[in-house]
């Protein structure tokens, strides 16, 4: 239950919402078993009703066979192999349809995200459809992706009449969302077409603060030629998604919603109640 007038923390926030974490991992050998053994820790503890979905997406390391001895040892961990790269995206998709629990979020293979930020804010999708959070130490990363990052969003704000504070973050959806939105991006631009299309179809949502990790060992694959590139293709289609093609409905249910705010960790949160006729 949510007190308005303030809470201490999120700890004793219980929900009963369910969780489906869909994982992508590409040449995470390094990483991966203490990612998920950090993740179904919190899991365990803070949900309870949860599932990893680990996608190996084309890994030429050890990544697949270690995916396949977590499975093992944990049967609430499904395991996807992909041939050969695919990316985010794909991973994404086979996740989004793979999912059987109520909600549904991504987690990076890398270990670079605390858990726990994932899965705090799970029990505001008891009042709104997606969760965004934003980054509240980005000196964590170099000067160049703080830059990038700012002007990467200040596009997005801009072409979709968004007021988003940050886009490509672990962003906790209700897996109903996705008998609405398609997913169509292969590549890392899913983080943001998800979101876009959510909030263009009228899905309610609330932004959180959240804290980013620090990668332990490898580097990011994100900034590569390619991936800019396939990151330009994926926006224009997604601007054509939005303002050319015909946009998708939610199910005709009219929808009265109220302005609520409350306060976590100090932190005033304004989000959108939705109440049913």
């Known amino acids: 239950m949510l007190n308005k007038e303030g809470l201490e923390n999120t700890d004793n926030m219980a929900t009963s919402i369910s969780l489906s974490v869909m994982v992508p991992a590409l040449n995470e050998g390094r990483n991966l078993r203490r990612t998920i053994d950090n993740l179904a820790q919190v899991l365990e503890e803070k949900v309870g009703d949860w599932e990893i979905i680990l996608v190996n997406d084309g890994s030429i390391d050890h990544t697949g066979s270690l995916a396949d001895e977590l499975a093992r ?102 897996r109903y969302i996705f008998e609405v939105v398609k997913p169509e991006a292969d590549g890392f631009f899913t983080l943001t077409e998800c979101p876009i299309k959510a909030l263009s179809s009228g899905f309610t949502y609330v932004q959180v603060p959240e804290r980013l990790g620090i990668r332990q060992c490898g580097h990011s694959t994100i900034l590569t030629t390619r991936s800019i590139i396939t990151i330009i293709r994926e926006y224009l289609r997604l601007l054509s998604s939005i303002y050319l093609r015909q946009k998708p409905r939610r199910v005709s249910r009219k929808v009265v919603r109220h302005r609520e705010v409350l306060s976590i960790d100090g932190v005033r949160v304004t989000y959108l109640s939705r109440g049913l006729k």
């Open 73 to 174: 040892d944990e049967p609430r961990i499904k395991v996807m192999h992909h041939q050969y790269q695919r990316g985010l995206g794909s991973c994404w998709k086979d996740g989004v349809n793979a999912a059987t629990k109520n909600a549904v979020a991504w987690f990076p293979g890398d270990g670079e995200n605390d858990p726990y930020e994932l899965v705090k804010y799970l029990f505001l999708l008891e009042h709104v459809d997606l969760v965004i959070p934003y980054i509240t130490n980005r000196d964590v990363r170099p000067w160049y992706r703080r830059f990038l990052s700012r002007a990467y969003l200040w596009v997005i704000n801009l072409s979709f009449g968004t007021m988003l504070s940050y886009i490509t973050g672990n962003v906790l959806y209700r």
